[in-house]
């Protein structure tokens, strides 16, 4: 009687050791799962500046944008991944710990704050779309190709883009045979910035040219 007694007890516990830990799991897995809010602020690190619409997005799937100040508030769970995404910074990453408030510290890729600045930037980019379609071009079209080249340079914006854009002008009359006229602007784009690169196509373009020493004292001083 006894030991039927003392098993039916060890029953018991089991019973309610496996009710226990169910329960446990449970309590861990509405835990885990529970979502809250969670509030933030991004900001650029060298002037404190609040960043406005800058993308937060979890992996879960939530959305939103900082406002005017900075700020954002998006519903998280514990675990999840926040990526703060901007064009004018590195995307950020971070792993949701804690319901605290979030402060987003960040430095600008492209420091171009002021008028003048943002004007610099959109310049650039015209420079380089121009210097890309002028390659588009340069075998099939070269009047055009050239026509690019003359724009890129009223777009230039610092000594490396005149030289870049008159690289690309000679490689354009050196692919039509104009060997004197690609040695030419070889030459002025090495004013500005000389590489090895353009001193074996310049070499090349005086041989072409047959000025046969020059080239060869171009190779000798490479």
């Known amino acids: 009687m006894?030991?039927?007694?003392?098993?039916?007890?060890?029953?018991?516990?089991?019973?309610?050791?496996?009710?226990?830990?169910?329960?446990?799991?449970?309590?861990?897995?509405?835990q885990v799962e529970k979502s809250f809010l969670v509030k933030g602020l991004v900001y650029e690190k060298t002037t404190r500046k609040p960043i406005t619409n800058v993308n937060i997005l979890v992996n879960s799937g939530n959305y939103t944008t900082t406002n005017a100040l900075g700020e954002f508030s998006i519903k998280v769970?514990?675990?999840?991944?926040?990526?703060?995404?901007?064009?004018?910074f590195e995307t950020v990453y971070y792993i949701i710990e804690s319901s605290e408030d979030l402060r987003i510290e960040v430095e600008e890729e492209e420091k171009y704050l002021r008028t003048s600045n943002k004007i610099y930037n959109r310049n650039a980019s015209s420079f380089n779309s121009l210097i890309d379609s002028?390659?588009?071009?340069?075998?099939?079209?070269?009047?055009?190709?050239?026509?690019?080249?003359?724009?890129?340079?009223?777009?230039?914006?610092?000594?490396?883009?005149?030289?870049?854009?008159?690289?690309?002008?000679?490689?354009?009359?050196?692919?039509?045979?104009?060997?004197?006229?690609?040695?030419?602007?070889?030459?002025?784009?090495?004013?500005?910035?000389?590489?090895?690169?353009?001193?074996l196509k310049l070499a090349n373009a005086l041989r072409l040219n047959k000025n046969y020493q020059e080239s060869l004292n171009t190779y000798n001083d490479i």
């Open 77 to 88: 769970k514990k675990g999840d991944e926040l990526i703060i995404k901007h064009k004018d």
């Open 2 to 30: 006894r030991s039927f007694i003392k098993y039916f007890i060890w029953i018991l516990v089991l019973l309610h050791s496996d009710e226990l830990i169910s329960q446990h799991d449970f309590e861990m897995s509405q």
């Open 134 to 199: 002028t390659k588009v071009y340069r075998k099939s079209n070269p009047e055009k190709s050239i026509q690019f080249i003359t724009e890129a340079l009223s777009e230039s914006i610092s000594a490396k883009h005149n030289s870049e854009a008159y690289e690309t002008l000679a490689d354009i009359y050196l692919y039509w045979n104009q060997f004197d006229l690609a040695v030419t602007n070889y030459e002025i784009s090495m004013q500005s910035n000389t590489t090895v690169g353009k001193k």
